[in-house]
Antibody
Framework: QLQLQESGPGLVKPSETLSLTCTVSGGSMSNSRHYLGWIRQPPGKGLEWIGSFYYSGSTHNNPSLKSRVTMSADTSKKHFSLKLTSVTAADTAVYFC?????????????WGQGTMVSVSS | QSVLTQPPSASGTPGQRVTISCSGSSSNIRSNAVNWYQQVPGTAPKLLIHSNSQRPSGVPDRFSGSKSGTSASLAISGLQSEDEADYYCAAWDDSLNGFWVFGGGTKLTVL
């Protein structure tokens, strides 16, 4: 079945750009009902939606992150990327990618295992 | 501070029924469906309930969800030790340009 795997540096310096990749295996995301969401979880805290990348190539970000977020995907829709600029310690979190399914209902139904990113000099 | 409000903790004994509440507003829960996720610490969230009360395939019918107005609830009956986890509610919020919001999470302890 479909699996998602996040990857990227575990340590990023303040003011630099955090870059992560989500790799899809065991299936495809090439369906207009599917989209890719990024969600993060600071240590000991709750979940926060970062943004979503849609089949059409459009994106939608959490307004709290303003214009710091960029999301993209390769043409095969097997590799999705997240870039978060000007990071601070507040961006330290486990970052998850998740398959979004949008039909008569909308939900994040399959999740990657998550990758921990620390922001520190 | 989370947009959706959940109690930080809940507890019950094996076999008991527990409920977890999720309070929101007219721009999220009243207007849109609520999803619930279960997260065992150190692992990824798992979808438990979607569309307020629908269970995905494989989720035991001990888990049920409901919604009324600006609040939603998750009920777990016949509590089992493996139900000990963190539970999160989520909904789309129509304010600003729209965004997903989550509750702060409820840590369920099985005594």
């Amino acid at each position: 079945q479909l699996q998602l795997q996040e990857s990227g540096p575990g340590l990023v310096k303040p003011s630099e750009t955090l870059s992560l990749t989500c790799t899809v295996s065991g299936g495809s995301m090439s369906n207009s009902r599917h989209y890719l969401g990024w969600i993060r979880q600071p240590p000991g805290k709750g979940l926060e939606w970062i943004g979503s990348f849609y089949y059409s190539g459009s994106t939608h970000n959490n307004p709290s992150l303003k214009s710091r977020v960029t999301m993209s995907a390769d043409t095969s829709k097997k590799h999705f990327s997240l870039k978060l600029t000007s990071v601070t310690a507040a961006d330290t979190a486990v970052y998850f990618c998740s398959r979004g399914f949008s039909d008569w209902y909308d939900v994040f139904d399959i999740w990657g295992q998550g990758t921990m990113v620390s922001v520190s000099s | 501070q989370s947009v959706l409000t959940q109690p930080p903790s809940a507890s019950g004994t094996p076999g008991q029924r527990v409920t977890i509440s999720c309070s929101g507003s007219s721009s999220n829960i009243r207007s849109n469906a609520v999803n619930w996720y279960q997260q065992v610490p150190g692992t990824a969230p798992k979808l438990l309930i979607h569309s307020n009360s629908q269970r995905p395939s494989g989720v035991p019918d001990r888990f049920s969800g409901s919604k009324s107005g600006t609040s939603a609830s998750l009920a777990i009956s016949g509590l089992q030790s493996e139900d000990e986890a963190d539970y999160y509610c989520a909904a789309w919020d129509d304010s600003l340009n729209g965004f997903w919001v989550f509750g702060g999470g409820t840590k369920l302890t099985v005594l």
